[in-house]
């Protein structure tokens, strides 16, 4: 295994792997990987010649080459044209090429809505009826006659 700059490891064609992979970078696999992946915060990719034998917990997937086990991946999944998925994937957003092969269970899960700013969420608390922009009144009586 090698890590190349910027964080990235890879794990080449010629290399098998059985075990728990866990750590705070992102993956390429074109290898042979028998066990788990935990990268909650990273992006995993199984490239076109990647054997994964595998549940993965991941920020993002992409999937060139074979995985066998489930999937959750917290923001996107991608399903390249070559990729055969067998189990059941958990994500927010997915692509799926032509000519890939997924069989299993599909949820797509709810994004997580953040506020736009501490300000924004208090004005929203504190306003009956929630936060308008400045000048805009819920109702024309609201305003003064000319």
Same mark, same amino acid.
């Given at each position: 295994?090698?890590? %190349? #700059? +910027? +964080?990235?490891?890879? &794990?080449?064609?010629?290399?098998? &792997? ?13 290898? =042979?990987?028998?066990?788990?992946? =935990?990268?909650? +915060? ?8 990647? *054997? ?27 399903? *390249? ?7 059941d994937v958990q994500t927010q957003r997915i692509a799926i ?7 299993? *269970? ?13 300000? @924004? ?11 308008? $922009? %400045?000048?805009?009144? @819920?109702?024309?009586?609201?305003? $003064?006659? #000319?």
């Open positions: 295994m090698s890590t %190349a #700059p +910027g +964080g990235l490891a890879n &794990i080449g064609k010629s290399l098998s &792997i059985k075990g728990e992979l866990s750590g705070n970078e992102d993956i390429y696999v074109d290898g =042979q990987l028998d066990g788990s992946i =935990q990268l909650p +915060g990273n992006n995993v990719t199984v490239g076109p010649n990647g *054997r994964v034998k595998a549940d993965i917990t991941a920020k993002n997937l992409t999937v060139g080459g074979t995985l066998d086990g489930n999937v959750h991946a917290s923001e996107r999944t991608e399903l *390249r044209k070559t990729a055969v998925v067998n189990g090429e032509e000519g890939a092969y997924f069989k299993g *269970r599909l949820e797509i899960l709810p994004e997580t809505k953040t506020p736009a700013s501490p300000v @924004a969420a208090a004005v929203a608390r504190a306003s009956p009826g929630g936060a308008r $922009p %400045a000048g805009v009144h @819920a109702e024309p009586e609201d305003r $003064p006659l #000319p």
